[in-house]
Nanobody
């Protein structure tokens, strides 16, 4: 099986920064796209940022210029550097990875358990 474990969430004041990490482990042959999504209660889960294996990135409009996604393929890890945080960034942040392994088909999506980010003074 595959596990995605997120870390780095917490409480931060408006204008502050946080760095999220998500590491994948288990029966993994190759990880393709990795990304971060966020969700607030009662709303759909929205894309924050996504990065391909080769490093191409795409961001949600509300975070462009403030958030940066990166990855370390050797460590099966994706990061999200969040700067100039706003109260509206408050949400549960989920990591997602599209993985090919010996036990499942190509580009099977896996999700982390989520980490809470709260931006408040």
């Amino acid at each position: 099986q595959v596990q995605l474990v997120e870390s780095g969430g917490g409480l931060v004041q408006p204008g502050g920064s946080l760095r999220l990490s998500c590491g994948a482990s288990g029966s993994i042959f190759r990880i393709y796209d990795m990304g971060w999504y966020r969700q607030v209660p009662g709303k759909q889960r929205d894309l924050v940022a996504i990065i391909t294996r080769s490093g191409s990135t795409n961001y949600g409009d509300s975070v462009k210029g403030r958030f940066t996604i990166s990855r370390d393929n050797a460590k099966n890890t994706v990061y999200l550097q969040m700067n100039t945080l706003k109260p509206e960034d408050t949400a549960v942040y989920y990591c997602k990875a599209d993985i090919t392994g010996s036990l499942y088909g190509p580009n099977t999506p896996f999700w982390g358990q989520g980490t809470q980010v709260t931006v408040s003074s």
